[in-house]
């Protein structure tokens, strides 16, 4: 059994990725895990459970018989990876232990050339369904004449990889639009601000694709449901409506002229 497992161990690395990515992943000091990789020693109950854990298999599975253990789990990974569609469904899949604490409502705030000079803000419902943590986004904006009023919702699916939360989006409109943010949670126990990047399609004055700094906000549970809704727009970057940590992050990347950048500007 304990010959079994450094093989074991070794071959899911390789399917896996690097060996320094999966420590971290996994959260084990990598001449520790080499350890166990080279079978100069095994890990106790608790850290076998987190391998476990990260591998979504049992500590049972991680001990059987190499030869068993091939046959049932890295051969199927193998002729799954030949398939697209299960590709893309395991990067979502079985998600919820790493997002479970950033579930719930956040305002979501990024620059778009749609509306210029201002910040966008969405309300963004993180949830727990079906074995995958999936997203829902209500996005509104109204110019201040009201001649132009823009409405979506967007549905997406949430992965967690190498400390990086990876949303992808399609909007519920006659173009179908896909966007992607990639947020980098500075703490894995600091929730109330997410800062990344967002990349989608303007919808004015042209179909332009661009990216943009965001940044989103933890909503507090005492604030309402229409409050919430009430809250987001197109809201100026001047603005004392934004929070200052908000203003300044969004600021800052102006000055710096990458708040977003567009394909016309490659040429």
Avoid at 169 to 193: K, W
Wanted: charged content about 25%; overall charge positive.
């Amino acid at each position: 059994m304990q010959k079994d497992f450094p093989e074991n161990l070794r071959s899911l690395c390789a399917e896996h990725g690097s060996i320094a990515q999966v420590c971290r992943d996994i959260g084990i000091n990598r001449q520790q895990f080499n350890r166990y990789l080279s079978g100069n020693g095994m890990p106790s109950a608790h850290t076998l459970r987190r391998i476990a854990r990260h591998f979504r298999m049992t500590e049972s599975d991680l001990l059987l018989e190499h030869q068993s253990f091939t046959e049932r789990f890295v051969q199927n990974v193998t002729h799954q990876k030949r398939r697209p569609m299960d590709v893309m469904t395991n990067i979502f899949r079985d998600q919820a232990r790493d997002l479970r604490r950033y579930l719930g409502f956040y305002h979501g705030h990024f620059c778009t050339p749609s509306w210029e000079g201002t910040a966008l803000r969405t309300l963004i419902w993180i949830r727990e369904q079906d074995g995958y943590v999936v997203a829902h986004t209500y996005e509104v904006a109204t110019t201040p004449d009201g001649s132009i009023r823009q409405r979506t919702r967007y549905s997406g699916l949430l992965s967690w990889r190498g400390n990086r939360i990876y949303l992808i989006e399609n909007a519920f409109s006659d173009d179908g639009f896909i966007s992607e943010t990639i947020l980098f949670p500075a703490h894995r126990q600091q929730v109330q601000y997410l800062r990344g990047m967002t990349i989608g399609v303007a919808t004015r004055p042209r179909l332009s694709p661009y990216s943009s700094p965001t940044i989103w906000k933890r909503i507090s549970e005492t604030v309402s449901a229409r409050e919430a809704v009430g809250a987001c727009g197109a809201i100026p970057l001047t603005s004392t409506k934004l929070d200052p940590t908000i203003q300044r992050f969004l600021s800052e990347s102006q000055e710096r002229d990458d708040t977003f950048s567009t394909i016309q500007g490659l040429f």
